[in-house]
């Protein structure tokens, strides 16, 4: 066991920050059609250990490491900036949003074991886990 201690789960994402979704422009959200990692171009680990969420990779400086504090909402739902069209229409392809205090990624949008064909993820069970690991 490290420091942070052992993982209580752990997963693939891709990701983008609000901001991010908010500067792309129509011919990405097309492209979006094919692949979402035009739209979500981060990509990496998400990591909850008992203290800490931890998403590998997330820019150029490293991780981002987020405490329970840290994040003040964890919900799926489609919103203007990734809507029903973008994410296949149904409602396993909402994107699990976490809204946080870090100034950088304030609002993060995460498509965590994205599966491209079916356009489903694991967003809904990875909410629940995080809002329990939330409440302690």
């Known amino acids: 066991m490290n420091e942070i201690g052992a993982p209580l789960a752990e997963a693939d994402y891709i990701g983008a920050t609000a901001h991010e ?20 171009q981060r990509r990496g680990r998400i990591i ?6 931890v ?12 405490t329970r504090a840290d994040i003040t909402a964890a919900e ?3 919103t203007h900036l ?4 973008l994410g296949g229409l149904l409602n396993a392809g909402q994107p699990l949003i976490l809204t946080t ?3 950088s990624a ?5 498509l965590i074991n994205h599966r491209g064909f079916l356009e489903t993820t694991d967003d809904r069970a990875w909410e629940k886990r995080i809002e329990r690991w939330r409440r302690g």
């Open 82 to 85: 990734y809507g029903r069209f």
């Open 48 to 53: 909850l250990h008992p203290d800490l969420l």
């Open 21 to 40: 979704l908010s500067e792309k422009r129509a011919a990405a959200k097309i492209a979006a059609g094919v692949s979402q990692k035009t739209l979500f």
């Open 101 to 103: 205090t870090n100034a």
């Open 76 to 78: 799926t739902r489609f």
């Open 55 to 66: 998403l590998t990779d997330w820019s150029d400086n490293g991780d981002l490491t987020l």
């Open 106 to 110: 304030d609002e993060v949008y995460l």
